[in-house]
């Protein structure tokens, strides 16, 4: 058993030299600060809050009520929203309970395809959806318009006009989603939908700390009634969830959704992460969404330049901290992910709008998904991201052997590491943490 216990300390210090080392472009990823990490190995990630703040469910909370009320208040003045519920532990979650709170089974809803760009919690019932195959939900898509990359405004009014002389009225439309290049039609089909009692959602995972740092489409002033998000993506969380509303009026229903709907405990050590995630976005968050957004838009065109397909090119590639690519002159999707992988350069693969009428499916689709906002947290940002792109483009143009750029990856990586925007003093984001007298004993 001790070598067992060895072995994973072994492959934690080796995944850490890994990340250390590449380029991480994810685009659901970031690295946290280290005053983040100090609150989730704090005493609350062993404790249990079932309940609302001083309506627990347990004795022993009195702390942790506190931390709580704070983090919705932190939340509330982030995104200007008039009620905020920061339980939910993941954007899954949330979005259940969203559903949860303004649906019934059998109900319909709205929302993008995951080829388009949806989440998989939007998901149909027969692909396993959570909307579809958790909470029974019948989902309808927004039309949209492949050469905008974008919903299209009024052939998804045509549908739902089409769905209401059927009997088939939605009752929630769920804008944003998992690949958001350029900010939704919120404002442009809010009137429509709620003149219908359409609830009008957001989801908000990838793009809430271009939000709060007000470089993106800020959903609930365009009419948006209900956000929900992540808050990991490109906001300085750790892993969890949060649902924001435009009104007090839904308050009740969403709490109840929450708990005892889709959440019992709700992991206290990263809800008192996000409540130091929330004050750094409040005082880094604008200099950074706009680096973000910058460093995008250069890598996307850096891309671009050297023959790659980039989409979006006609409309400045990008508003959002993502860049996407069609490799299929290349190769597919998810082979290159394998390639781009061994040269240190982690992206993920993504099904492109147009993937599954040429036959292509999410194991191997035409796409490759990248988001520059973990790179920026580490100081690979607009003045060195010239350089991804050439690594990149000697992988999925030239060829080059992926150990031959591994090599000179690991070389630039050498100077990034620092984490920026945030008070912390440490060099480095990606350090394994041992912590004293830890299986000491072996
Ligand atoms: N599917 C994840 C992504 O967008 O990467 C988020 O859950």
Redesign the pocket.
């Known amino acids: 058993m001790n070598n067992k216990l060895t072995e994973v300390r072994r492959l934690l210090a080796l995944h850490h030299e890994m990340f250390r080392s590449s380029i991480p472009l994810i ?2 990823e970031n690295v946290v600060s280290y005053a983040v990490r100090e609150a989730m190995i704090s005493d609350l990630g062993h404790r249990y809050a079932e309940g609302w703040p001083g309506e627990r469910v347990y004795a022993g909370c009195r702390y942790i009520d506190e931390i709580e009320l704070m983090t919705i208040e932190l939340m509330k003045d982030l995104f200007g929203a008039a009620f905020a519920d920061v339980r939910p532990i993941s ?1 899954v979650t949330a979005n259940l309970a969203v559903f949860t709170a303004f649906t019934e089974p059998g109900d319909v809803m709205m929302a993008l395809s995951i080829a388009k760009g949806g ?2 919690s939007m998901g149909k019932k027969k692909f396993g959806g959570t909307a579809g195959a958790v909470h029974g939900l019948e989902i309808e898509y927004f039309e949209y318009n492949d050469k905008e990359l974008n919903i299209d405004v009024d052939a998804t009014i045509k549908k739902i006009e089409t769905l209401i002389s059927e009997g088939r009225k939605p009752k929630l439309a769920y804008f944003g989603g ?1 690949v958001i290049l350029f900010p939704h039609p919120v404002k442009e089909l809010a009137d429509y939908l709620k003149s219908n009692d359409i609830v009008v959602a957001y989801d908000a ?2 793009v809430a700390g271009l939000i709060a740092g007000g470089k993106f489409q800020d959903p609930l002033r365009e009419g948006a009634e209900i956000m929900s998000m992540s808050t990991h993506k490109t906001f300085f969380g750790p892993q969890r969830g949060a649902i924001l509303a435009s009104t007090d009026e839904y308050a009740d229903r969403i709490k109840k959704a929450v708990f005892p709907g889709v959440v019992s405990n709700h992991h206290l050590h990263t809800l008192a992460g996000l409540a130091i995630a929330a004050i750094e976005m409040k005082v880094f968050g604008k200099a950074y969404a706009e680096e973000v957004v910058k460093t995008a838009k250069k890598l996307a065109e850096e891309l671009y330049n050297r023959g790659l397909d980039v989409l979006g090119s006609e409309k400045g590639f990008t508003e959002s901290h993502q860049v996407l690519i069609d490799v299929t002159r290349y190769g597919l999707g998810g082979d290159i992910e394998k390639l781009l992988e061994k040269a240190g350069i982690i992206v ?1 693969r993504n099904l492109l709008p147009w993937d599954p009428s040429r036959g292509l499916s999410y194991t191997n689709p035409g796409g490759i998904r990248m988001g520059v906002q973990e790179m920026v947290r580490i100081g690979i940002d607009s003045k060195h991201v010239d350089a991804v792109a050439d690594y990149i483009y000697r992988v999925v143009v030239k060829k080059e052997a992926p150990e031959k750029v591994r090599e000179d990856v690991k070389e630039f990586r050498k100077d990034f590491g620092k984490i920026h925007y945030s008070f912390d003093r440490v060099e480095d984001a990606y350090k394994y943490i041992t912590l004293p007298g830890a299986a000491a004993g072996i």
């Open positions: 685009a659901s954007g989440h998989i998992s995972a990838h993920n």
